[in-house]
């Protein structure tokens, strides 16, 4: 037989007790037995109903007091707060975290036991976890007493409920023990950064030495370089009066001797067509002689200067190749330093050589400038161009060499070259004594 309507609550320990329904009319002694019965029947079961909930609301006590207990006895600290902000319950934790008693704190906004400087940061942590519905953290960090601690909130506020449940931990231990770690892990990264300091300071003064030993060797070599030139120049001057004057003359006097002979012998028409002939090869040897002795050195480089020297061979390359080339000279001095002029004057004729073997240009531009205590050689030409490739060939010794010419007396050589616009060879030395 079961109940409905209206739950009924009973004082605790109390039996419900039921009215008798009242009799309407005289009933037989049959149908009034019955009826006791009924009633007897329907008490019975009321008792039993109402000893099952007595036995329900015992257990649902001794529950509500196990969770309270474990509430308030938590290693944390709980607050169960409104959404209102109010604090509604907080266990012992809690109320030594915020530091008040239980009963001062229910009631007040929660709030306004955070310190100022974290204020914005706990609103912040309130907005997320009234609005999101799910769990929301923040760390509050605050002085008390000259205690510093810092208190993790988590909290969580479902959309259907009233109230919001949150729990406060104090990670302060925590934090100072990754803040140990973190201590302790930047001290070791501070010693490995300081040894790999060490080793690149190291590093860096090794490769000072091997870069002082490097310039030094470079220093030697190129010395080494100039004064090879030197000695070849020399030895080249040397050869050339040699040649001029020894070899040079003994052919003019035998062109004069075989000259007088055919004066002398005019009537032997045979005699005279043969030294004749013999004239002929001995003018063709002088010039020849002439010729090497001009290309080991050249007269006028060390008798009229590098300006003459330049626009003579100028000329004799426009003879010999048929291309046209134009020169332009401007030079305060007539005489300049004879290592700089010969260098200067080497680098032009290897660049007519290359303009000859190369470029197929039909006409050559060039002009020799001094300036800011410097001579400027320029070459141009409008040939097919020297091309990148050409220019790092370790094979390529004409670039190499002039390079090497002028890098021996402190200047700069710069090669560029474009299909449409030929090759152009760029010479700049600094002249000894000027500024």
Same mark, same amino acid.
């Given at each position: 037989?079961?109940?409905?309507?209206?739950?009924?609550?009973?004082?605790?320990?109390?039996?419900?007790?039921?009215?008798?329904?009242?009799?309407?009319?005289?009933?037989?002694?049959?149908?009034?037995?019955?009826?006791?019965?009924?009633?007897?029947?329907?008490?019975?079961?009321?008792?039993?109903?109402?000893?099952?909930?007595?036995?329900?609301?015992?257990?649902?006590?001794?529950?509500?007091?196990?969770?309270?207990?474990?509430?308030?006895?938590?290693?944390?600290?709980?607050?169960?707060?409104?959404?209102?902000?109010?604090?509604?319950?907080?266990?012992?934790?809690?109320?030594?975290?915020?530091?008040?008693?239980?009963?001062?704190?229910?009631?007040?906004?929660?709030?306004?036991?955070?310190?100022?400087?974290?204020?914005?940061?706990?609103?912040?942590?309130?907005?997320?976890?009234?609005?999101?519905?799910?769990?929301?953290?923040?760390?509050?960090?605050?002085?008390?007493?000259?205690?510093?601690?810092?208190?993790?909130?988590?909290?969580?506020?479902?959309?259907?409920?009233?109230?919001?449940?949150?729990?406060?931990?104090?990670?302060?231990?925590?934090?100072?023990?990754?803040?140990?770690?973190?201590?302790?892990? *930047? %001290?070791?990264?501070?010693?490995?950064? @300081?040894?790999?300091? =060490?080793? &690149?300071? $190291?590093?860096?003064? #090794?490769? +000072?030495?091997?870069?002082?030993?490097?310039?030094?060797?470079?220093?030697?070599?190129?010395?080494?370089?100039?004064?090879?030139?030197?000695?070849?120049?020399?030895?080249?001057?040397?050869?050339?009066?040699?040649?001029?004057?020894?070899?040079?003359?003994?052919?003019?006097? *035998? %062109?004069?001797?075989?000259?007088?002979? @055919?004066?002398?012998? =005019?009537? &032997?028409? $045979?005699?005279?067509? #043969?030294? +004749?002939?013999?004239?002929?090869?001995?003018?063709?040897?002088?010039?020849?002689?002439?010729?090497?002795?001009?290309?080991?050195?050249?007269?006028?480089?060390?008798?009229?200067?590098?300006?003459?020297?330049?626009?003579?061979?100028?000329?004799?390359?426009?003879?010999?190749?048929?291309?046209?080339?134009?020169?332009?000279?401007?030079?305060?001095?007539?005489?300049?330093?004879?290592?700089?002029?010969?260098?200067?004057?080497?680098?032009?004729?290897?660049?007519?050589?290359?303009?000859?073997?190369?470029?197929?240009?039909?006409?050559?531009?060039?002009?020799?400038?001094?300036?800011?205590?410097?001579?400027?050689?320029?070459?141009?030409?409008?040939?097919?161009?020297?091309?990148?490739?050409?220019?790092?060939?370790?094979?390529?010794?004409?670039?190499?060499?002039?390079?090497?010419?002028?890098?021996?007396?402190?200047?700069?050589?710069?090669?560029?070259?474009?299909?449409?616009?030929?090759?152009?060879?760029?010479?700049?030395?600094?002249?000894?004594?000027?500024?």
């Amino acid at each position: 037989m079961s109940t409905t309507g209206t739950e009924m609550k009973f004082p605790k320990g109390k039996r419900p007790v039921l009215p008798l329904p009242a009799l309407s009319s005289p009933r037989t002694e049959d149908e009034t037995q019955m009826q006791l019965h009924e009633l007897e029947a329907q008490r019975i079961e009321l008792e039993m109903r109402n000893a099952e909930l007595l036995q329900a609301m015992n257990e649902t006590e001794k529950v509500l007091q196990k969770y309270s207990d474990l509430f308030d006895n938590a290693p944390v600290g709980g607050v169960i707060m409104g959404r209102n902000g109010m604090i509604r319950t907080v266990n012992h934790v809690g109320a030594q975290i915020l530091g008040g008693g239980r009963s001062d704190l229910i009631g007040r906004r929660l709030e306004h036991f955070i310190p100022d400087s974290a204020r914005s940061i706990f609103t912040e942590f309130l907005g997320n976890m009234l609005t999101g519905g799910q769990k929301a953290t923040c760390e509050v960090e605050r002085s008390r007493e000259g205690n510093r601690s810092i208190i993790l909130f988590e909290g969580v506020c479902h959309a259907v409920e009233d109230e919001c449940r949150i729990a406060m931990i104090d990670i302060t231990d925590r934090k100072l023990s990754e803040m140990g770690n973190q201590k302790q892990r *930047l %001290q070791e990264l501070s010693g490995e950064l @300081a040894r790999a300091n =060490r080793e &690149h300071h $190291q590093e860096i003064f #090794r490769h +000072k030495q091997w870069e002082e030993t490097l310039n030094v060797s470079l220093s030697q070599q190129r010395k080494l370089a100039s004064h090879l030139m030197s000695v070849r120049e020399e030895e080249r001057t040397a050869v050339a009066r040699e040649i001029h004057d020894e070899l040079g003359q003994m052919l003019a006097a *035998l %062109q004069l001797n075989v000259s007088l002979m @055919a004066q002398e012998y =005019r009537d &032997h028409a $045979q005699l005279v067509a #043969r030294t +004749k002939a013999m004239e002929n090869l001995i003018t063709a040897s002088i010039m020849t002689v002439q010729r090497i002795s001009s290309e080991l050195r050249p007269v006028m480089l060390d008798i009229l200067g590098l300006a003459d020297a330049i626009e003579w061979q100028a000329k004799e390359f426009q003879k010999r190749s048929g291309i046209p080339c134009k020169s332009i000279v401007l030079l305060a001095e007539k005489k300049l330093d004879r290592d700089v002029s010969t260098a200067v004057y080497r680098i032009f004729q290897e660049a007519l050589s290359n303009v000859i073997r190369h470029s197929g240009a039909t006409s050559v531009q060039v002009n020799l400038v001094e300036r800011k205590g410097c001579l400027t050689l320029t070459v141009r030409d409008d040939g097919r161009g020297i091309t990148e490739r050409e220019k790092k060939d370790v094979q390529s010794f004409g670039v190499a060499g002039m390079r090497e010419r002028a890098e021996a007396y402190g200047g700069k050589l710069r090669v560029c070259g474009s299909p449409q616009r030929g090759t152009a060879v760029f010479a700049r030395i600094p002249l000894p004594g000027k500024e």
